[in-house]
């Protein structure tokens, strides 16, 4: 008699709702609502993304500027349309610290620690959407909002500017 494999299977724990979640092309934004083979994580749309996974609330709409930034706060990936929007190209971002990108829109001190300390917590598994208000470090009199999210794998935090 052939004994039957059990499968692992993630369930969520009783005491909090499963949230839907999407999977979204790091590079393109090409959002899919099946998850990939383990394998086969390159986006189908572009053939050039990794396909991440976020909360559907989070996940970038058409159109909608975006970063991924690792828990040291380096930009790991953006979007055609953050690159435009921030000036720069993909090449000159990869690896740059956030900060050189985006910084809170209050001039505060206090607020430049709780953007980075925030940006950190998401990257590090902390998965609450966050909001805050952001401008592009070169430019000022400009007030953006961001939603903040935890993507994957590999873990990261989004960064979807509004």
Same mark, same amino acid.
Not at 59 to 64: G, H, I, N, Q, T
């Given at each position: #008699?052939?004994? +039957?494999?059990?499968?692992?299977?993630?369930?969520? =724990?009783?005491?909090? @709702?499963?949230?839907?979640?999407?999977?979204?092309?790091?590079?393109?934004?090409?959002? =899919?609502?099946?998850?990939?083979?383990?394998?086969?994580?390159?986006?189908? &749309?572009?053939?050039? $993304?990794?396909? #991440? @996974?976020? !909360?559907?609330?989070?996940?970038?709409?058409?159109? *909608?500027?975006?970063?991924?930034?690792? +828990?040291?706060?380096?930009?790991?990936?953006? !979007?055609? &349309?953050? %690159?435009?929007?921030?000036?720069?190209?993909?090449?000159? +971002?990869?690896?740059?610290?956030? =900060?050189?990108?985006?910084?809170?829109?209050?001039?505060?001190?206090?607020?430049?620690?709780?953007? %980075?300390? =925030?940006? #950190?917590?998401?990257?590090?598994?902390?998965? *609450?959407?966050?909001?805050?208000?952001?401008?592009?470090?070169?430019?000022?009199?400009?007030? #953006?909002?961001?939603?903040? $999210?935890?993507? $994957?794998?590999?873990?990261?935090?989004?960064?979807?500017?509004?």
């Amino acid at each position: #008699m052939a004994l +039957a494999r059990r499968h692992l299977s993630i369930v969520p =724990t009783t005491t909090e @709702e499963a949230r839907p979640s999407r999977w979204f092309c790091g590079h393109c934004g090409a959002v =899919t609502d099946e998850a990939p083979a383990p394998v086969a994580r390159v986006c189908g &749309e572009c053939d050039l $993304g990794l396909l #991440m @996974e976020a !909360s559907a609330d989070l996940v970038p709409r058409p159109r *909608e500027p975006y970063l991924i930034v690792d +828990a040291s706060l380096a930009v790991q990936a953006l !979007s055609a &349309e953050a %690159a435009r929007f921030l000036a720069i190209s993909e090449q000159e +971002a990869i690896e740059r610290p956030v =900060t050189d990108l985006l910084i809170p829109a209050d001039a505060e001190a206090a607020s430049a620690h709780h953007f %980075a300390q =925030t940006i #950190m917590h998401v990257a590090a598994g902390d998965d *609450e959407l966050r909001r805050l208000v952001v401008r592009p470090a070169d430019v000022f009199g400009v007030r #953006m909002p961001l939603r903040v $999210g935890v993507c $994957g794998p590999p873990r990261g935090a989004l960064l979807v500017i509004e």
